[in-house]
C-alpha cells in the first residue's frame, strides 16, 4: 500500500469518559463489519491507513474533538470491537506500556489465524521496523507514545502510531 500520509493534532490531557468509549467499541464493531462485507479486509486497512478516513471515523463513533486522543482512543475502540468480533482482522499494540506488547499479541493473533511462523515473523520485523524509523527518523527527537500493527488473516498489514 505504501505511505500514505500523517495528520499533525495538538496535545489535549484528560481521558474519554467511559460510556463514550463503549459506546465507540459498539459502533466501531457495526462499522468494521460492514466495511469488511462491502470492502473485503484489505479494503479496511486501505482506508483505515488514510489519515483524512481515519480522522473521520473517529467522529463519527462520537470522538469529535480534534485531538491527539483521536489516535489512540480510536486505535482503541477498533482493536476491542475487532477483536470480540472475529473478523479475521486484529489489531495489536496500543498507547504508552501497551505498544511494547505488539509483538507477542502479533504472534498470539497470527497462530489463531493460523499464519506460518515466516508470516508472523514478518509481521513482528515491519512492527518494529515502522516503529523504529519514525522514532529516529521521522519523529525527529520526539519519543512514540502509541504504535499499533492492524493486519488480517491473510497477512495484510498497516501501523498506526504517534509520537509524543
Same mark, same amino acid.
Given at each position: 500500500?505504501?505511505?500514505?500520509?500523517?495528520?499533525?493534532?495538538?496535545?489535549?490531557?484528560?481521558? +474519554?469518559?467511559?460510556?463514550?468509549?463503549?459506546?465507540?467499541? *459498539?459502533?466501531?464493531?457495526?462499522?468494521?463489519? %460492514?466495511?469488511?462485507?462491502?470492502?473485503?479486509?484489505?479494503?479496511?486497512?486501505?482506508?483505515?491507513?488514510?489519515?483524512?478516513?481515519? *480522522?473521520? @471515523?473517529? &467522529?463519527? @463513533?462520537?470522538?469529535? =474533538?480534534?485531538?491527539?486522543?483521536?489516535?489512540?482512543?480510536?486505535?482503541?475502540?477498533?482493536?476491542?470491537?475487532?477483536?470480540?468480533?472475529?473478523?479475521?482482522?486484529? +489489531? &495489536?499494540?496500543? /498507547?504508552?506500556?501497551?505498544?511494547?506488547?505488539?509483538?507477542?499479541? %502479533?504472534?498470539?493473533? !497470527?497462530?489463531?489465524?493460523?499464519?506460518?511462523? =515466516? /508470516?508472523?515473523?514478518?509481521?513482528?520485523?515491519?512492527?518494529?521496523?515502522?516503529? /523504529?524509523?519514525?522514532?529516529?527518523?521521522?519523529?525527529?527527537?520526539?519519543?512514540?507514545?502509541?504504535? &499499533?500493527?492492524?493486519?488480517?488473516?491473510? !497477512?495484510? =498489514? %498497516?501501523?498506526? *502510531? *504517534?509520537?509524543?
Amino acid at each position: 500500500m505504501g505511505y500514505t500520509g500523517s495528520a499533525v493534532l495538538p496535545l489535549h490531557g484528560g481521558k +474519554v469518559p467511559r460510556w463514550l468509549f463503549s459506546r465507540m467499541v *459498539q459502533l466501531a464493531e457495526c462499522i468494521v463489519d %460492514i466495511m469488511v462485507d462491502e470492502c473485503g479486509r484489505r479494503g479496511l486497512l486501505e482506508r483505515l491507513s488514510d489519515p483524512w478516513f481515519f *480522522q473521520s @471515523l473517529s &467522529c463519527v @463513533l462520537g470522538y469529535d =474533538w480534534h485531538s491527539s486522543g483521536t489516535t489512540t482512543v480510536t486505535c482503541g475502540a477498533l482493536k476491542e470491537a475487532m477483536n470480540r468480533a472475529n473478523m479475521g482482522v486484529t +489489531v &495489536c499494540g496500543g /498507547k504508552g506500556r501497551t505498544s511494547l506488547r505488539t509483538p507477542q499479541e %502479533i504472534r498470539e493473533t !497470527g497462530q489463531v489465524f493460523g499464519l506460518n511462523g =515466516w /508470516k508472523v515473523d514478518s509481521l513482528v520485523y515491519a512492527s518494529r521496523m515502522a516503529a /523504529k524509523v519514525d522514532n529516529s527518523l521521522v519523529q525527529d527527537g520526539y519519543q512514540l507514545y502509541h504504535h &499499533c500493527l492492524m493486519f488480517t488473516e491473510d !497477512g495484510d =498489514w %498497516i501501523v498506526v *502510531q *504517534q509520537g509524543l
